[in-house]
């Protein structure tokens, strides 16, 4: 298994509240992704990682922010949370980009927000 | 606009027969494939994956498939198990080399005994 923790695993909150879901990484692994996964929609990204304190946007990006300080920590913060952000959410690293890039995934953090 | 298309949601096959899983993309441009598969409250597992150099790439009972003119791949398992009973997602590494992957959305797998 990929050294992937994800924290919480199991949230629930109220709208309009901040929420934090933190990352940690043991592989050392410069890029670091995530990911919502809704029904029908699959798997969405939000935000990425190439490196410390760089970050890009995906394609889901409104209502999220990131920040990685550190190469083993990647925090996404949902700024004010919505009902819409009810969702799955999954951490990812890989090692590199391109062709043979594999991307490892944490176990996952249900949030519902009420 | 859904780069990567799994068309079908479900499928359900008996133990022991072969199960076709399908992927269709749109982007010329991507050049490296994925499988995933994911379990019920778990996160994604890497299956097997195949360059656009290549037309197929074999791992034990899986076996995946690319068609470069139809924009299309599939994936085979043979023989199934009940113990593939799964979701299955296709990526597709993003060509401006960020290492993103874009993924259909999933086609649910039920193996019969």
């Known amino acids: 298994d990929a050294g992937i923790t994800q924290s919480p695993r199991h949230k629930v909150t109220e709208t309009g509240t901040p929420v934090t879901l933190r990352c940690h990484q043991t592989?050392?692994?410069?890029?670091m992704y995530w990911y919502r996964q809704d029904p029908g929609h699959g798997l969405r990204l939000i935000h990425y990682?190439?490196?410390?304190?760089?970050?890009d946007k995906g394609e889901v990006s409104d209502g999220y922010s990131v920040s990685r300080s550190k190469t083993e920590d990647f925090l996404l913060t949902l700024e004010s949370a919505t009902s819409s952000q009810t969702s799955v959410y999954f951490c990812?690293?890989?090692?590199?980009?391109?062709?043979?890039?594999?991307?490892?995934f944490g176990e996952g953090s249900w949030l519902t927000v009420v | 606009d859904q780069q990567v298309k799994q068309n079908s949601p479900s499928l359900s096959v008996q133990e022991g027969r072969i199960s076709i899983l399908n992927c269709d993309y749109t982007n010329s441009m991507f050049d490296y494939f994925l499988w995933y598969k994911k379990y019920p409250a778990e996160g994604p597992t890497f299956l097997i994956s195949?360059?656009?150099?290549?037309d197929k790439n074999e791992d034990g009972r899986f076996t995946v498939f690319l068609n470069k003119s139809a924009k299309h791949l599939s994936l085979h398992i043979v023989p199934s198990q009940p113990g593939d009973s799964a979701v299955y997602f296709c990526?597709?590494?993003?060509?401006?080399?960020?290492?993103?992957?874009?993924f259909g959305q999933g086609t649910t797998l039920q193996v019969k005994p």
């Open positions: 592989e050392n692994h410069r890029y």
């Open positions: 195949i360059s656009s150099i290549k």
């Open positions: 990812a690293i890989s090692e590199q980009q391109g062709i043979g890039n594999t991307i490892y």
């Open positions: 990682s190439y490196g410390v304190k760089d970050t």
């Open positions: 990526a597709a590494s993003d060509p401006s080399n960020t290492g993103k992957l874009i």
